[in-house]
């Protein structure tokens, strides 16, 4: 997936979400009381408020165009209290000088951007292996129900109508989702509409997302081969308990003491 092209409407895409996502991270962060790691920072959209909590937060992405935005925004909301530090890195083969961490984080599914079983057990490792003893992983990715991922209507999904403060023009957001069970992958398309003033639509952009989604006891596996102990599974951020209808899956795990 080419995060180069979705650097300038990430943050647009998110604007339609609520904080709870933000909020629950920063929770963690402040808990953990020590320099986190965050796996795929992208914008910095949880990592500069994790630095504003006063937090020495480590950031990694592989895509340079992200991690620019990341920076820009940083420079704009210092000075922080806590610190970010941004490196381009691969979350499969991530080998930082520190392995301290209290706390590493992939927040927003981007697990599931590692398209083979082996690029998501390489991205747990990766993880795992930055951990000091004691230190959490925490990550979600969504629930794969049989509604979303055998739904094969192949219509586009309104995501909603957003106004983007920098251009001054109001977006429409959607997704075409293209599952497949086989493989488990869904090649998506986010699709980008500005609405005119006479309430037509010209399509701006189409983002291409390419993801394969794993089931819960796929992840509990995965975990154990990692050596990591699961202690939590919240199906939604105010840490509600996971069952089976939930959208989303949060796992806290450790590394043994
Ligand atoms: C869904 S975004 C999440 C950004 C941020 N964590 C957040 O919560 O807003 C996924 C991010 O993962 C990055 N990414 C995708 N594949 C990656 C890889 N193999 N290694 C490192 N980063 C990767 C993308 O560039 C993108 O910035």
Known sequence: MNYADWSQWYDLFYSTESSEEVDFYVEEAITANGPVLEIGVGTGRIAIPVAQRGIEVFGVDASLEMLSVAEAKASDASPLTGSLTLTQ???????????????????????????????????????ARHLRPGGKLVFNVFNPTPDLVFDDSAEPVLIGDVADPDS??????SAINRFDAESQINEATQIVEEINADGTTSVVARLPVTLRYLFPHEIFAMLEETNLQVEAVYGWFDRSPFDEECDEIIFVASRPA
Request: net charge negative; aromatic share 4%.
């Open 168 to 173: 001054g023009k109001t977006f429409q957001l």
């Open 89 to 127: 890195a691969d979350m499969r083969t991530l080998q930082l000088a520190r392995t301290d961490f209290s706390l590493v984080t992939i927040p927003a599914r981007t697990l599931l951007l590692g398209t083979t079983p082996e690029d998501q057990m390489d991205t747990l490792c990766s993880a």
